[in-house]
């Protein structure tokens, strides 16, 4: 069962800071036009630690990692950011639209135990690679802290967080407006409520919905520090990860992300067509409003498809089951062999353009805004777009319970978690 513990944050000190310009997105998620945005808004902007710049003077002893230590110690020394003096777990609410419909999503941050061995109560549904890891590992090395939380998602049909918690919640830290909605933030630090919400959560299985990588590397880092430490019983601040945990049931949206192929190394319309037609239907669209709202619309089993220099969209209908049981591989699992973007990446992207997860960075990229990724086509800043419609919770929920992995990159959470709301420190403990 997972366990939850309460800690001493660190966090921005409402006096000094103003918190909208302190936080910025996951460092996954900002892109490189938006870097210097996030710069401007603050000297104390979280991206700054998580995301720092890089400069071709850069050295073993002075680097974006060494200058994210030097800020957050910094920061602490200066009184930016402060240290709560009791352990707290926190509790954050965001409120934002999405289409025609506005949500409100609720979430716990807490010290999560990571799972050991084979024991995976928590649980991830996509694949990660070595890169990002080492990339987030020699950081959390340097900082000793845990900066951008991990998005658990668990179940609870009661909503007893909801009923018996948000009830009991004092004055706020914070309630401020961004692009991305409304969002007001608690400290919890009585003993009581912090027992209760470890009592509701002790039962519940967690998937990770984003941050594959920072909890891979939380693990990698713990193992390193039990090495070092000869500390292995389970109960260093090392053995816990920064999460935020939301329900299902309440707030969660999740989008498609769309893959842009921005080099398909010659493959067109004409070699897709041709390779596809015994697995597909293929229905051109003249117009961009129908064809979007056709694939919305019909949901699983259909995917969009737009290529450079040819002024139609074409719908791509799933229609002979027979044909995708000969073209997935003979060990697929059932409940991988009907996931779009499964059939997508297997059976036209790896085969027929050309592009496997060594590829990806160089060939490929993944944007969640359809028009986005359509213009990049029509711009010619791009080959070939593949448009998908998302997965379902419930479809993510029974591949991770399964112990499957779905693609890089399959869904895309939002609103995505803000970096910045609180620090985890690995080098105090959590009691």
Known sequence: MPKIKAF??????????????????????????????????????????????????????DNRYTRAKDFYLGWKNKGVLIKDEKPSVYYHEQTYTIGDKTCTRKGIIAAVKMDENDNYEIMPHEYTHKGPKIDRLR??????????????????????????????????????????????????????QIKKIAGILSDKKILIADGHHRYD???????????????????QPFDYALFYLSNSEDGVSILPTHRVIVDSMGVGLVDIEHRVKE????????????FLDSLKKNGKGYMGLRVKGIPRYYMLELSEMEALDRLMPDDSHPLLKTLDVNILHTCIIEPIVGID???????????SNASEALEMVEKEKADIVFLLNPSTIQEIMAIAEAGLRMPQKSTFFYPKIPTGLVFYPLDAGTK
């Open 139 to 192: 950081l959390m090395m340097e900082v000793k802290a845990n900066l951008s939380c991990v998005f658990g998602i668990y179940t609870d049909k009661n909503k007893l967080v909801d009923t018996e918690i948000k009830p009991l919640l004092k004055e706020m830290l914070w309630d401020f407006t961004t692009n991305e909605g409304t969002q007001k933030f608690w400290k919890i630090d009585s003993p009581q």
């Open 357 to 367: 997860y060594s590829m990806t960075a160089k060939r490929m990229e993944f944007i």
């Open 279 to 290: 697995l597909f239907r293929i229905l051109p669209f003249d117009n961009r409003k129908a």
């Open 217 to 235: 590397t939380a693990k990698t880092y713990r193992d390193r520090m039990r090495a070092t430490t000869g500390k292995s019983d389970g109960n």
């Open 8 to 61: 001493k944050g660190i966090r921005y000190n409402t006096g000094t800071v103003e918190i909208t310009s302190a936080i910025c997105p996951p460092y996954d998620v900002i892109a490189a036009s938006q870097v210097d945005a996030y710069y401007n808004k603050s000297p104390y902007n979280s991206i700054r630690l998580v995301l720092g710049q890089q400069f071709p003077k850069d050295t073993k002893t």
